[in-house]
């Protein structure tokens, strides 16, 4: 079979990477610890870990595969979609849902004296385009002042940067091994400084998921007896009503798009808040009926992963602020999205179905148009983390209408109507077009979910 090279086996260095090759076909390239090492290491094995290739979309509906979740089950690895939770063996590609993603085979024997990791692939005259590593981190600040604004373009929204919005203030309070998954939500939910709060949220699902294969998994709490604040506070910003918020204009001048990155990053931390919320508030939460059930550790798995996502969000929107010459809290902001969590704090249906599959799911539907001002704008910069905000979300629409689905199927209840029903309860208004019908089927919303839809609740 025909072999490609892809890299040296020095050069890798990370989880996972996009294979682009020369056909316009993407693949998978996962870099994982080998499971059970022996004497003589397998041809995809070197040096403690194990490298294995598969297509990069799921073959149910294209979910993207670099951004999949990664379990052992039976001695083996497995990956699942981030959109649907498709599972699939990564040496194998069988799944338990009897549909079977395309596997590659990978030879790292002798990379270790410089040569090339290669990959077995059944066409002739293929190359690679590219190598992409996908990344996890979070941009923090460094110790250093960011760049002033280019005077000649119109720096009405910004203002120099002033010593102290650049760095935090001393370090992050981490908590011992014995703190639960509440009392760490808590935690995060009570730090005001915005660069603690994502030191400590990455950390958090870190900490979670390399603790699921042991036998020290961290200890979920109950929820009580931590102290949750009414809202949690905000360093260095100045609130005011959603009303009052001035308007960003149409992105055509770099004051408009910094107005535009700044409103964004609020989103995205109130989204961290959220979602960890969603966690220690609901901690206690048990389905309704007979069989009556609790949650079960996937779920807070699935949320501590969204709000780590929105930590790198807020990163990086910060990190392009002031690649821009602002910063974030130099434009007032709104807590519009926290009125609505403290609307729906008493049931979890309803939190799920405002909060992810309303909010989160109007994201679904504007990015694409704001992701276009910006490259017509020729800021490929921030065109680029909007677009990785943007497939990241895709998967927390799903998360929710993942978990809204569990709870009826054990609750005997029909999730549309039940959305549809908190919608009207909880929300002011209708549900307006236009819709990204194909980013919300992707997350599992077709229209039944949202069509004609018109909330009633008090404003």
């Known amino acids: ?169 001393g370090p992050a309070v981490y908590l011992d091994n014995n703190a639960t998954v509440c009392d760490w939500c808590a935690h995060i939910l009570n730090t005001s400084n915005p660069e603690h709060k994502i030191e400590l949220t990455a950390h958090l699902f870190s900490i979670f998921t390399a603790r699921e294969g042991t036998t020290d998994q961290m200890e979920i709490g109950d929820g009580t007896g931590v102290n949750l604040p009414a809202m949690p506070p905000r360093d260095g910003l100045v609130d005011i009503k959603p009303g009052q918020m001035p308007r960003a204009g149409r992105g055509g001048t770099q004051k408009s798009r910094i107005m535009m990155l700044h409103a964004l990053a609020n989103i995205e931390q109130w989204a961290i808040d959220l979602a960890v919320d969603i966690c220690v508030r609901f901690a206690s939460f048990r389905t309704k009926g007979d069989e009556s059930r609790g949650l079960p550790r996937a779920f807070f798995h699935d949320w501590l992963k969204v709000a780590s996502d929105e930590a790198k969000h807020f990163s990086l929107l910060r990190a392009r602020l002031e690649e821009m010459g602002s910063y974030f809290g130099a434009i007032p902001v709104h807590h519009g999205l926290w009125e609505s969590a403290t609307l729906t704090g008493h049931d979890l249906r309803a939190r799920i179905s405002i909060i992810a599959l309303v909010h989160e799911a109007r994201g679904l539907d504007v990015n694409p148009m704001t992701i276009e001002k910006f490259r017509k704008a020729g800021d490929t910069e921030s065109v680029q983390s909007l677009e990785i905000i943007h497939n990241d979300e895709i998967t927390h629409v799903t998360t929710g209408h993942r978990w809204l689905t569990w709870i009826c199927a054990q609750e005997h209840t029909d999730p549309v109507q039940v959305f549809r029903s908190n919608v009207q309860q909880y929300w002011v208004g209708a549900l307006r077009e236009p819709f990204n019908t194909e980013a919300r089927m992707q997350a599992g919303l077709d229209e039944r979910y949202y069509g004609n839809l018109v909330g009633y609740g008090k404003a």
């Not at 595969?65 to 599972?87: F, G, R």
């Not at 069988?94 to 024997?109: L, M, N, P, Q």
């Not at 981190?137 to 203002?159: C, F, G, Y």
Request: hydrophobic share 35%.
């Open 1 to 169: 079979m025909p072999r490609i090279p892809l890299a040296p086996l020095e050069f890798l260095t990370q989880t996972r990477y996009v294979i682009h090759l020369t056909t316009g076909k993407r693949l998978v390239l996962f870099r994982l610890p080998t499971i059970e090492p022996s004497a003589t290491p397998a041809q995809n094995e070197a040096n403690g870990w194990s490298y294995y290739a598969m297509e990069a979309e799921c073959p149910h509906a294209g979910g993207p595969m670099q951004d999949s979740s990664v379990d052992i089950e039976d001695s083996a690895y497995v990956v699942s979609c981030p959109w649907h939770a498709y599972d699939f063996n990564v040496e194998t590609g069988e799944s338990s849902v009897g549909i079977t993603a395309c596997t590659f085979a990978v030879d790292v024997r002798g990379a270790e004296g410089g040569g090339q990791v290669m990959l077995e692939y059944p066409e002739e005259g293929v190359g690679v385009v590219k190598l992409e590593a996908v990344s996890e981190r979070m941009q923090l600040k460094e110790p250093k002042q960011a760049k002033k604004l280019d005077r000649r373009d119109d720096s009405a929204a910004t203002q120099p940067v002033e010593e102290g919005n650049t760095t935090p203030a």
